[in-house]
Nanobody, 123 residues
């Protein structure tokens, strides 16, 4: 069992930055692929980025490539999402996700979800 708790969301102006954190419980954190999804009102949950457990392979959605960076600290059981050059269309609830698969690109591959954290980008 893995429990995920996100933090770091908030309100930011367009062009600004935020860093989200996701703290995971459980001794097997380092064996999970971790990532982030987001969901805007009236839209489906959207894959953003994932990082595998070893050797740190990453996958990014085109919409965030070059602006967002994912990283993980297995010693702290934490995954981070650095978001730069934020745009109003980045406004959504951001969800941390964990999967036992080596790679995931969709919600059906996820084994555990966090509760979500709101990110609002004003124009």
């Amino acid at each position: 069992q893995v429990q995920l708790v996100e933090s770091g969301g908030g309100l930011v102006q367009a062009g600004g930055s935020l860093r989200l954190s996701c703290a995971a419980s459980g001794r097997t954190f380092s064996s999970y692929t971790m990532g982030w999804f987001r969901q805007a009102p009236g839209k489906e949950r959207e894959f953003i980025v994932a990082i595998s457990w070893r050797p740190g392979r990453t996958d990014y959605a085109d919409s965030v490539k070059g602006r967002f960076t994912i990283s993980r600290d297995n010693a702290k059981n934490t995954v981070y999402l650095q978001m730069n050059s934020l745009k109003p269309e980045d406004t959504a609830v951001y969800y941390c996700a964990a999967s036992a698969r080596q790679r995931f690109l969709g919600p059906r591959d996820i084994d555990y979800w966090g509760q979500g954290t709101q990110v609002t980008v004003s124009s």
